[in-house]
């Protein structure tokens, strides 16, 4: 049961615009909603006796500000030694703890803008990456803490933070100047480690296919579904970094190649293959991806207007089930009557 607590207007998610929209229905299903004012002394105590026998809170509020309250951790945890608190921030502890953050601003000063854009021009991620990880990395962190309490009793306090989430997801990057010499170039001009690994124009004018030749077996699986014997036995493209020094010569013969085959074409013969590949797709085409349908894999949700919304469901199996939806998308606090009412009858 997640009980998702929101000022009394609501969350502010729910009213964002643009590219900001998708926000509260992509991450609010299977949550209950209550509104409480947290200046107030009614709805504070309501609060507090939700976190009284609560298994884990979850608060994203700037440094000290729920402390301030009477809800921060050393508080809550003398009423319920079993909570596990989890507080997402923008920092963990340091000089930059008290810091305002958003995903953006730790892409940027993070190292990740700089990777994805080319050189000069630092570009976010194409979807809150750093948000929705950081989010992961608190999961980790509780899951690991449940775990602890299980041999315990103890709660413990967890702190995930979106600028140290940057740091870890760029560290392949870090641990290429170490190996290297060199500092990591921007993606777009970056020196691939693959001779073939690249987004292909097809004979139809905007349809797009990457694919990759990642070791010396694709390769030859490779030369042999495209009828390349002349790839094939040339000795000095047999190895890897053989083909990545030769990068010049091969990729204009496998695009001209391309360009003489559609994507379905491509994609059949990769398939039949076993070779890895991908056609370009925009988001709002994966609600008709018929792999995603065939096994729970999108789920049917609507908006507070009524509105159908087809969305992805969790990336998981469970003995071999895909976690379905429990509930749909709340209302402005649509179950705080009913939150109140158990907590009353808790508390007689």
């Known amino acids: 049961d997640v009980i998702k607590v929101e000022p009394p207007q609501g969350d502010r998610t729910r009213d964002l615009v643009g590219s ?8 609010n299903r ?8 947290l200046k107030e002394a009614e709805d504070l105590e309501v609060a507090r006796d939700l976190c009284g026998d609560a298994d884990i809170v979850v608060e994203n509020f700037r ?11 050393d508080e809550l945890s003398q009423r319920n030694p079993g909570l596990i608190y989890c507080s997402a921030k923008g920092f963990l502890s340091g000089p930059y703890e008290n810091r305002t953050a958003l995903d953006e601003v730790t892409q940027m000063m993070g190292g990740l803008a700089y990777m994805t854009g080319p050189p000069g ?14 989010g992961m990395f608190g999961v980790i962190g509780v899951l690991a803490a449940l775990e602890q309490r299980h041999r315990t009793g103890k709660g413990s306090e967890v702190r995930c933070s979106l600028y140290e989430t940057t740091a870890f997801l760029v560290g392949q990057h870090i641990a290429q100047k170490a190996v290297t010499g060199e500092a990591a170039r921007p993606m777009p001009v970056r020196v691939s480690a693959w001779a073939i690994y690249d987004v292909f124009e097809t004979a139809n004018e905007g349809e797009q296919l990457f694919v990759g030749v990642v070791s010396d077996g694709q390769w030859q ?15 000095d493209w047999a190895q890897n970094n053989g083909r990545v020094a030769a990068r010049d010569a091969i990729i204009p013969q496998v695009q001209a190649l391309f360009k003489t085959h559609t994507r379905d074409e491509l994609v059949a013969r990769l398939e039949t293959c076993g070779l890895p590949f991908a056609p ?27 509105t159908e919304v087809r969305l992805p469901s969790l990336p998981l199996e469970f003995d071999g089930q895909r976690p379905g939806l429990g509930r749909d998308l ?7 009557a009913e939150i109140r009412a158990g ?6």
């Open 280 to 306: 370009i797709v925009r988001p709002d085409e994966l609600v008709d991806d018929p792999h995603l349908n065939a096994a729970g894999g999108i789920l049917d949700l609507h908006l507070s207007d009524g």
């Open 20 to 27: 900001g929209s998708g926000y509260f229905p992509m991450f």
């Open 343 to 348: 907590l009353a009858a808790r508390r007689s």
């Open 121 to 134: 021009r630092p570009l976010r991620a194409g979807t809150s990456v750093v948000d929705i990880t950081g």
């Open 30 to 37: 299977n949550k209950r909603s209550i509104c409480l004012d």
């Open 221 to 235: 699986t490779f030369c042999a579904a495209f009828g390349l014997a002349d790839f094939a036995a040339n000795e």
């Open 63 to 73: 440094p000290g500000t729920l402390a301030r309250l009477g809800l921060g951790f």
């Open 330 to 336: 709340p209302r402005i606090d649509e179950h705080g």
